[in-house]
């Protein structure tokens, strides 16, 4: 019988060496640590956002007999099926996931794992070849203390485009703000807020992030006319919860300028969220004035823009300095994942194309990887069936998506040694 070409391109990815572009990895202890690890893992996931809706998710308290409940009604879901396979994958385990004793028995194997070994090193680096991992560890704030053979942090602005006030805080509920620099004391003027931007960024070089990383369309939209500084300074001055809407949008669209600017000066890229968030005002063509304004500065849009999947590629046909990431688009959905990659690979010839896994734990990384390698085999695979491409020119866009270009975005602050 013929082999089915995507898994012929599918196996070959697998052992392929990989750059993961985007991870939110928590430490495993934070899992064993749990009475229910498995509890913990779902809870970690993607999966709560399908059962109680990503809006909401934060106002629901939930134990295992709600989220049983719940996913019963969602097996169809890309949010279930991609840990559905992590667990095939990783444990071997095939039984019904909804049925109580079967999730005592998986999370019995969980334990077991989680206790016995280092799984980010087994799985990640070993079953999926992954050299390197970008870390994108949004809980804390000017933190970069983790392993730098194996991931590479990032700094993430999001917080500080709530320094306008001690007391706001983005989507995560963060500002720039610590016990030990705090505005009113440490940070009197905007000159200074100004300042202890520069010296994170400083600093953040200094200790190896790799990029900035911005994910405010879960706060507002993606629009960023730049306001001179003095309208900017405004909210700053400002007692705190007395900003105006107005005054709160000029302040943060100066100081995402300000952090552009940073970039500049110190080569950094920049990875930023598009597609789902706050109002849907996240579509990628909103960042076109950007685009514009710097044309030197290298910028990944990620998650492909879903549900706006054209723009991305459109965006990267115009502007040589766009870059597309893969990332979370097939736990989405797989249907655009595979329209998106086949859109970006006919206008980029397979250049600037990235992917990651954008989870929390080692389980939905090894799951949120293997929907992004079958849809990468699937779109290369029906290339060369319609002889849109041979094999090997397919095999060779596989392998530049998986390194060559993460290498080129990131640059040598990755420190990949090949």
């Not at 059962?51 to 009604?73: N, V």
């Not at 805080?169 to 009113?184: A, S, V």
């Amino acid at each position: 019988m013929k082999r089915d070409i995507g898994q012929e391109f599918l196996d070959v990815f697998l052992s392929s060496p990989k750059i993961d572009t985007h991870e939110h990895l928590l430490p495993p202890e934070v899992f064993l640590g749990e009475a229910d690890v498995l509890l913990s893992i779902l809870r970690e996931s993607y999966l709560p956002w399908i059962c109680f809706g990503a809006r909401d998710l934060k106002r629901y308290s939930w134990d295992r007999t709600t989220l049983l409940s719940e996913m019963k009604k969602v097996r169809a879901s890309a949010f279930f099926k991609y840990l559905q396979q992590a667990f095939q994958f990783m444990y071997g385990f095939s039984g019904d996931l909804l049925q109580e004793e079967t999730w005592q028995m998986l999370g019995g194997i969980i334990r077991k794992a989680y206790e016995g070994k280092d799984l980010f090193t087994e799985w990640l680096r070993g079953k999926l070849h992954i050299q390197k991992v970008v870390l994108d560890r949004y809980w804390v704030v000017d933190d970069y203390d983790l392993d730098g053979d194996f991931f590479a942090p990032v700094l993430r602005i999001d917080p500080y485009l709530f320094g306008f006030s001690a007391s706001a805080g983005d989507h995560d509920r963060k500002n720039p703000y610590t016990p030990e620099i705090r505005k009113g004391k440490e940070i009197l003027t905007f000159e200074d807020y100004l300042a202890l931007i520069e010296q994170r960024v400083e600093r953040g070089v200094h200790l190896g992030i790799v990029a900035l990383k911005c994910a405010i369309a879960y706060d507002r939209g993606l629009d960023f006319p730049c306001p001179p500084l003095e309208k900017a300074r405004i909210a700053f001055e400002r007692e705190d919860n007395q900003e105006s809407p107005e005054e709160i949008w000029n302040f943060q669209n100066f100081i995402f300028h300000y952090f552009l600017r940073q970039a500049l000066e110190y080569n950094l890229p920049i990875q930023i969220h598009t597609g789902p968030g706050k109002y849907f005002r996240g579509a990628p063509y909103r960042l076109g004035p950007i685009f514009e304004e710097y044309p030197t500065l290298k910028i990944s849009l990620l998650h492909g823009g879903f549900p706006w999947i054209g723009e991305p590629g459109a965006m990267a046909l115009f502007y040589p300095n766009c870059h597309l990431d893969l990332t979370w688009l097939p736990l989405l959905s797989p249907t655009f994942s595979d329209l998106a990659l086949a859109q970006w690979v006919e206008v980029t010839g397979g250049s600037r194309i990235m992917m990651g896994g954008d989870s929390w734990n080692v389980e939905g990384a090894v799951g949120a990887f293997l929907f992004n390698l079958e849809s990468l085999s699937r779109v290369l695979g029906r290339m060369v069936e319609n002889k849109y491409l041979n094999r090997n020119e397919a095999q060779e866009i596989g392998k530049r998506i998986l390194w060559d270009n993460s290498r080129e975005f990131f640059g040598e602050r990755l420190r990949l040694s090949e």
